[in-house]
């Protein structure tokens, strides 16, 4: 997958080059570029922002550097942060998966200039993505997010394909918790059945967990339209307890 990245920080998104992806980088699956908008502008003091149409606070990214940018580009699929945006979902995250270009946009200030949305959308498929309902900066976090998300669905990338059948928000539901060794500390024990050997009733035991936790911190995931707690193998049938 080829990954341009567009913003006024492109040191913000040196995280891009470490563990996980850094190592999808290097074993070619991904090729990802940062691009510093100031590049495609023109004038002594590489301005990329002006005053709002209409007033009010703040300022708005011009079109000009931003329209050059993506004409430098190959045309790919131009995801732009917003929180004017369609929420960001694993579905979604799972589609993206399988684009073979994707481009970032990372506006700062009030935004960039609509138009340029507009104008990229006559050559190639443009969604505005939100991360969530809180307000951020400018869209170089959520591009972090957006590629980790993505990144490591990416064939060949997470090494493990086995853990990502079997997580939170793939089947709907969140996760039960998890232990490790010792079996007691600091006085506390972990559930006995998870030392019991029965993979039924560990099966069992998880998914009940995994419904309780559901229902009790997320119930918009139990009834959203869609929503199917069903297919997790090893499952009981549906209730929850409590
Ligand atoms: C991109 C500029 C800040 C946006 C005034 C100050 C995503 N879930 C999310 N929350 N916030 C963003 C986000 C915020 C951004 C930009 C993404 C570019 N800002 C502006 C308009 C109102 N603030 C986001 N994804």
């Not at 990338?157 to 086995?162: F, K």
């Not at 010792?182 to 069992?204: F, M, N, Q, T, Y």
């Not at 009834?223 to 549906?238: E, F, I, M, Q, Y």
Request: hydrophobic letters at 40%; aromatic letters at 6%.
């Amino acid at each position: 997958m080829r990954v341009d990245i567009i913003s006024i920080f492109p040191e913000y998104l040196a995280p891009l080059e470490l563990s996980l992806i850094g190592r999808a980088r290097a074993a070619g699956l991904v090729d990802l570029a940062v691009h510093d908008l100031r590049r495609w502008t023109s004038d002594v003091h590489r301005t990329v922002d002006d005053t709002p149409y209409g007033g009010g606070p703040g300022m708005v990214m011009r079109p000009e550097p931003w329209g050059l940018a993506l004409d430098a580009l190959e045309p790919g699929h131009l995801l732009v942060p917003s929180p004017a945006g369609t929420p960001f979902r694993q579905s979604y995250a799972q589609e993206l998966a399988g684009e073979p270009h994707l481009i970032v946009a990372c506006g700062r200030y009030e935004g960039i200039d609509q138009r340029v949305l507009e104008d990229a959308a006559r050559r190639m498929p443009v969604t505005e993505v939100s991360l969530g309902d809180y307000v951020l900066f400018g869209g170089e976090v959520a591009a972090l997010v957006i590629l980790e998300a993505v990144l490591r669905l990416v064939p060949g990338v997470l090494g493990n394909a086995g853990s990502l059948l079997e997580e939170s928000h793939v089947d709907g539901l969140l996760e039960a918790p998890v232990y490790t060794k010792p079996p007691v500390w600091r006085d506390l024990a972990i559930p006995e059945v998870l030392r019991s050997g029965d993979h039924g009733r560990i099966a069992a035991w998880r998914r009940e967990q995994a419904l309780t936790r559901t229902a009790r911190r997320r119930p918009d995931l139990l009834t959203r339209p869609g929503a199917d707690p069903a297919p997790r193998a090893g499952g009981t049938a549906g209730g929850v307890a409590e």
